[in-house]
């Protein structure tokens, strides 16, 4: 092998071999070694360490300017959601874990948003067909349904409804949960109307609990959270105490209807300059890697003038020529940083 191909682990050439054993570690965003078997971050392994470890780390990547501490507690003190619009790199997501981290808030509570989703996955799930095939397998032990707890029983619905982000975070606590709706601009034309409603009451109703709640033990039902945990819900209808602080991330993709500008505080965020992305860099790769890839910062910053770049491309080619280092650096770092515009 060639000293140009030294850095290479897969090589193409159609032959098996140990390259893989030369692999260096993951990306600190990369790694999930410390998660259990299911895939889950497991409860008995210092996991609440590493996920107040990762707030800490967001925390460290924002940064927030005079006007955006100014409009970041404007939306605390009146308690309306905070929209944050920029291009992709910007830091709108890392403001929201930056808030959660600093104010001892508790884990952020994000809803990526897709084209397909609805104010119903926000709000809760029912699953009304894993709640019949329980009460059909039951069925041949011939259970009386109206045993508390058994399949198909009253006091057992809370076991098949599981709050999603945004209902989670507008249940009734003392302080206010931080909860992340990302990408709102891929949504669907009609999602963000439907948030008004919540957004301003900070309530809703599980339609599933109200027909049943007078049947409940004090009308409380104990369901699932976004969280993994469980939560009381009393009379069908969840009320929060403390209005979560709700951040809206937007590439600015599209327009939001007038109706919901009014209810948010808009803070627009500009393109990172060197000091931020430098920072930016160094909480993710360290002070060595951000001297090393203080001339790919300058050509990020350049390009970005002209094209539609984001920083966790910037990210990606520091990290790889560092770790890899590739005999084309230059090169490999323009694939990585590709534009996500198209030419004009």
Known sequence: MTESSEWLIYRG??????????????????????RDAAGRNGESDGSEDRRLGAHRHLAELHRPGAEELEMINAALYLRRPLLVTGSPGAGKSTLAHSVAYELGLGNVLRWPIVSRSTLQDGLYHYDAIARLQDVQIAAPQGPDPATPGAPGSVEGIGSYIRLGPLGTALLPSDTPRVLLIDELDKSDIDLPNDLLNV???????IPELERVADRLPGGEAEVLTADGTKARVRDGRVRCRAFPFVVLTSNGERDFPA???RRCIHLELGRPDHKRLATFVRAHL???AARAGDDLIGHFL???RSELVAADQLLNAIYLTDAATPPSRDRLADLLIQRLDRPR
Do not use: K, Q, T
């Open 259 to 261: 109706p919901l500008m």
């Open 199 to 205: 957004l301003e009451e900070g309530e809703f109703a």
């Open 286 to 288: 360290g002070d060595e």
């Open 302 to 304: 350049e390009r970005s």
């Open 13 to 34: 050439a159609g032959e098996p071999h140990d390259g893989i054993g030369r692999l260096p570690a993951p990306p600190p965003w990369r790694d999930f070694a410390g």
